[in-house]
């Protein structure tokens, strides 16, 4: 049994252990989650998401060091970093290793790392890193980066879970990264360009502009986009409405140089203006409710259908499916032959 | 109502009409799904998959003229392309346009493209792929391409739906995608250095072979790898087992250059192998029964979730979030509540 008493005094090991509990989805994990949930809700979830070669990673770790060393010489802030690796949907073994990175910040307490790799569909990676998150706010961390590879479902999954979301690009990365941008940019609060000394930033720059003011022509707001995304119900999220000239959050534009910490300095004040700009208005608690919605609506999924199997008779499971492979019967056929106890 | 005749006799209008109506997931697409499975299991379906920049889609396109333009004056075979774009998740608009794309082939009837755009989670876009897909196998195309852009769960779904893998790679591509292709290299069947005529091939050749004898050092099995997957139940699969030595595939490795079409014919011969591979011993039934059986489970969860949306008060659904959202219960009590019937 791990003490919940431990993990929120900041012991490093009671944490890597529930940390555990909680990717594994144990017993224990889960009672762990729903002793530690009342402390939640205090960090600032900061997204970092991207195509691979643009720097991420590197990126993530001057964030770290700007939390960690703050150029005004206000207090340093505890930094955790949860690295998602949706590549390795198969072997459940996260690449990018925690040991490796970051190797200059791995003895200061005020850091955390932890990789995750992807899990099976049905928002499993969601719900696991919601899971980590949850106890590394519990924990005391001020701020969880969760840094992403990709283009796609995931990057939708982490606009889900930060408050504030960072896409990263760089220069010269190809052609159809140009088709890719403009769906991931609808996601983004800053957008950084990172090893803008490379040659071609000015073109890149240019195209990110003119992408945004294609997508955004009047204002750029989360809950308009995802209004459109799926969710058991939309009627309880507010409209943005209007809150005002000044809680029109622009999508802001910076170069930087994860390299060098060229640009760090900015993004890292531009992150806690972000943080302000939300609470300020009720851009926070919108986006907490929205991530805990849709939270809710994964974990009812993986309930409903653990429960179903659980009470069906796995051998008409399985003569229903061999109907459908012999094309006897078609797949929508089917799952009412399962749902509704019809003859097969 | 759309008449199935004219679709199986290859009426365009009409098959475009039901592509339409299957995608919106509409009663009339659902019966018309129904109507056509029957007729599904003829084509032979091949998924093209890699990061953006590797030029998959001018690859697909040479394969299309392959096909239709046999090096070796055989039949042409008709040919059906859908192009899955999982970067665009809150628009709902593919970005890639059939139009724009292979402008050369749009006069022939035996070609055909449909783009698709990201659908919400609970495996929205493989549901709806598939059931594009049986269409188009319905309607006697006897190549079906999947072609999708990106790194992680996507990738998966298109193992799935797919006979034949086919992961697109590309010289000098930035740095993590190293790290990126060792999940993706799981699931493919042929994999494919484009843009084989760039500096740098050489070093991608080779880290690839010994990634391949890293992560396959003996052989290598679709359903080894699936068989670790989530899925209700894997007791049906029947297991991979000695089928004679001649029935172990080896991942094959193939330059190509798909602007100027060098290697398509090899590679569009290496396709074929595969398919007459897997029709030799089980790997097709088993690839079909697979992929039925992963379409059937993501049926069965939309429709319990359907099912439950439905049949709960959508205002003790929002009480019970309201509660999660005040840290007074956690997600997993909440879930307990919602389905146990509980008091909140």
């Known amino acids: 049994m791990i003490a919940v008493e431990s993990l929120l005094n900041g012991n490093r090991l009671a944490l890597a252990r529930t940390l555990t509990q909680i990717e594994n989805d144990t017993p224990e994990g889960r009672r762990i989650l729903d002793d530690l949930f009342p402390h939640t809700g205090q960090a600032h979830l900061v997204g970092v998401t991207g195509a691979p070669g643009t720097g991420k990673s590197s990126l993530v770790n001057q964030l770290a060091r700007y939390y960690r060393n703050p150029p005004d010489g206000s207090s340093p802030r505890r930094v955790a970093v949860v690295a998602v690796d949706p590549s390795s949907p198969f072997t459940g073994g996260a690449i990018l290793g925690d040991r490796v990175r970051m190797r200059d910040l791995s003895g200061d307490p005020g850091v955390f790392i932890r990789s995750m790799a992807s899990r ?31 283009a796609g479902q995931a990057e939708v999954d982490i606009a889900r879970l930060a408050h504030t979301t960072i896409v990263v690009e760089a220069p010269g990365l190809g052609d159809d990264i140009q088709a890719i941008k403009a769906g991931i940019l609808e996601i ?8 803008a000394d490379r040659p071609g930033v000015e073109n890149t720059e240019r195209a990110l502009k003119s992408m945004l003011e294609l997508a955004h022509p009047v204002e750029h707001s989360f809950l308009d986009q995802v209004a459109h995304h799926q969710l058991l119900s939309e009627q309880n999220l507010e409209e943005p409405g209007p809150t005002g000239e000044g809680h029109i ?7 930087t140089v994860a390299t060098t910490g060229a640009g760090v300095d900015e993004l890292g004040l531009l992150i806690d203006q972000h943080r302000d700009h939300l609470k300020s208005g009720k851009g926070w608690s919108q986006r907490e409710k929205y991530r805990l919605q ?16 659980d009470s069906f008779p796995e051998e008409r499971y399985f003569s229903t ?9 078609s797949p929508w056929q089917a799952v ?7 003859q097969a």
């Open 120 to 150: 099976g569909s049905l928002g499993g990676l969601a719900v696991a890193t919601s899971g980590i998150v949850q106890a590394l706010d519990a924990a005391g961390f001020e701020i969880v980066m969760i840094e992403t590879v990709g």
């Open 188 to 195: 983004a609060d800053i957008l950084v360009i990172n090893k």
């Open 249 to 255: 959050w622009e999508i802001q534009l910076i170069r």
């Open 294 to 309: 849709s939270e809710l609506e994964s974990l009812i999924q993986a309930a409903l259908v653990n429960r179903w199997r």
């Open 321 to 329: 499916l061999e109907l459908v492979v012999r094309r006897h019967v």
């Open 336 to 342: 009412n032959l399962l749902l509704d106890g019809g």
